[in-house]
């Protein structure tokens, strides 16, 4: 793929003045990221730009906070289709459309602390979900910088 997919019609690179034009003014501004509890979904800025979104299930703490200290908030559930995926879908509906092209080792944060959710990296669809219960949990675009591959690729579960 040559170019991730947009959120929510903001893409990579998007400067926070086109990204509050497009969604309005952030929710809260955390961890040099801004944040939508209501839209289910939270964009991380370098530089004042979009560098990275992640769209969220419902009940989910914001990701861009660590671990350790995830906040009192959750998210609304993310409504909508990110590059083919959404919230919720199976991991059937998921083979029908690609395969994954590795699995990438999670890494524990609020929206995870135990870091235990599968995760796969889709590199055609510009991007990485995170499985749970054979569901669609959370949308990475593009594949979250701070996950690295693990040795072999399971199929999702």
Known sequence: MER??????????ASRAE????LGPCEALEAGGCVYWSRG???????GRVQR?????KGDRSSLRSAAEP??????????????ARI?????EIEKQST????LRAVPTAADPAG??????????????????????????????????EAALEPPR
């Open 4 to 13: 991730a997919p947009k959120v929510l019609g903001v893409a990579l690179g």
């Open 19 to 22: 990204l509050e034009a497009r």
């Open 41 to 47: 979904v939270e964009f991380e800025l370098a530089g």
């Open 53 to 57: 979104a992640v769209a969220h299930s």
């Open 71 to 84: 906040g009192e908030a959750k998210f609304r559930a993310f409504a909508g289709d990110v590059g083919g």
């Open 88 to 92: 919720g879908q199976s991991v059937s």
């Open 100 to 103: 994954p092209t590795q699995r």
């Open 116 to 149: 235990e959710a599968g995760v796969y990296e889709y590199a055609e669809r510009g991007l990485a979900l995170e499985i749970s219960e054979a569901r669609v949990i959370r949308i990475h675009v593009p594949i979250a910088p701070a996950r690295a591959p």
